[in-house]
């Protein structure tokens, strides 16, 4: 098992540009997430999503949309991208199965940075 | 879940010494409480969790103990190493929401 993959590891954007953030996982989890980490900061959710068809809104969604197709892919756009998005970015999955919480497991990261 | 705040940002220990991060949230419902692990870039990985139902769990070095009338629950290292440097986050969940949302972090500096 590959577990989670992200791509890019690295991206420079210039203000204004798009793209799309590449998260897969290989574990069969239903409940896949997005988070931001600023520098010296902690992990912000972006957005989540509980199984193909269904996502929904974390702590800081704007400028950002997701989609989940499949169980496996689950990207992350940025729409018109700004300085504050500068971050790292990581993907996360779990079980996710309820009533029980599970771990999270973390892609490697994308290191964003927009000029 | 919900608001979720780590005490204290950071902690330096001499190698050898015991750390303790706490960690408080405000969800009431909530039943399961992880702690991760993030080296200097790195992804974060789980480290222990314990769910509502038990009060204390230990993996060696490590243990979480719960305190849920007071709404916390602590990591503990013991006979700490230069290897547990890094930044600790903990993420109280309530089976009821797929909301993980993280604490603000803990760095950990052990001290050689």
């Known amino acids: 098992n590959a577990g989670v993959t992200q791509t890019p590891k690295f991206q420079v954007l210039k203000t204004g540009q798009s793209m799309t953030l590449q998260c897969a996982q290989d574990m069969n989890h239903e409940y896949m997430s997005w988070y931001r980490q600023d520098p010296g900061m902690g992990l912000r959710l972006i957005h989540y999503?509980?199984?193909?068809?269904?996502?929904d809104q974390g702590e800081v969604p704007n400028g950002y949309n997701v989609s989940r197709s499949t169980t496996e892919d689950f990207p992350l756009r940025l729409l018109s991208a700004a300085p504050s998005q500068t971050s790292v970015y990581f993907c996360?999955?779990?079980?996710?199965?309820?009533?029980?919480?599970?771990?999270?497991?973390f892609g490697q990261g994308t290191r964003l940075t927009v000029v | 879940g919900e608001n979720v705040e780590q005490h204290p940002s950071t902690l330096s220990v001499q190698e050898g010494d015991s750390a303790v991060i706490k960690c408080t949230y405000s969800d009431s419902a909530s039943n399961y409480f992880p702690w991760y692990k993030q080296e200097l870039g790195k992804r974060p990985q789980l480290i222990i969790d314990i769910r509502s139902n038990v009060g204390e769990k230990k993996d060696q070095r490590i243990a979480v103990t719960l305190n849920k009338t007071a709404k916390h629950f602590s990591l503990h290292i013991t006979e700490t190493q230069p290897e547990d440097s890094a930044v600790y986050f903990c993420a109280p969940s309530n089976s009821g929401t797929y909301k993980y949302i993280f604490g603000t972090g803990t760095r950990l500096k052990v001290l050689a």
């Open positions: 999503s509980v199984g193909a068809g269904i996502t």
């Open positions: 996360a999955s779990s079980y996710g199965r309820l009533p029980m919480n599970t771990e999270a497991f």
